[in-house]
């Protein structure tokens, strides 16, 4: 099973930014799509976003979408959220998360970092 380690989560104010770090243990396989994941306080986990390794194909949920980015580095098996024009909203344990292309998220091969947690204060 891949190993996930996600960092760069911290305090800061509305409208600040943060870009977390999602490194993944080895070069992911081809057919690999990594994604972030939050859980706010009281809410249930929700999907903000992924990437499929090879095609670079990106998606977003709606209320990220023109304040954050995924991107990723394959030189060092890495992927990033660059969150800009953060609300108190954004709030939550971030997870990064990978699985095969085509899996459910909910699969017990989905692979799972430890949480980073993002504040964001009014």
């Not at 770090?21 to 976003?49: D, I, M, N, Q, Y």
């Not at 980015?69 to 660059?82: C, E, F, G, P, R």
Request: hydrophobic share 35%; glycine share 10%; proline share 3%.
């Amino acid at each position: 099973q891949a190993q996930l380690v996600a960092s760069g989560g911290g305090l800061v104010r509305t409208g600040d930014s943060l870009r977390l770090s999602c490194v993944h243990a080895g070069r992911p396989a081809r057919r690999t799509v990594l994604a972030w994941f939050r859980r706010a306080p009281g809410k249930e986990r929700e999907l903000v976003g992924s990437i499929r390794w090879t095609t670079l194909g990106v998606s977003y949920e709606d209320s990220v979408k023109g304040r954050f980015t995924i991107s990723k580095d394959d030189a060092m098996n890495t992927m990033y959220l660059q969150m800009d024009d953060l609300k108190p909203e954004d709030t939550a344990i971030y997870y990064c998360a990978s699985a095969r292309v085509g899996d459910s998220w909910s699969s017990p091969d989905t692979n799972w970092s430890q949480g980073t947690q993002v504040t964001v204060s009014s």
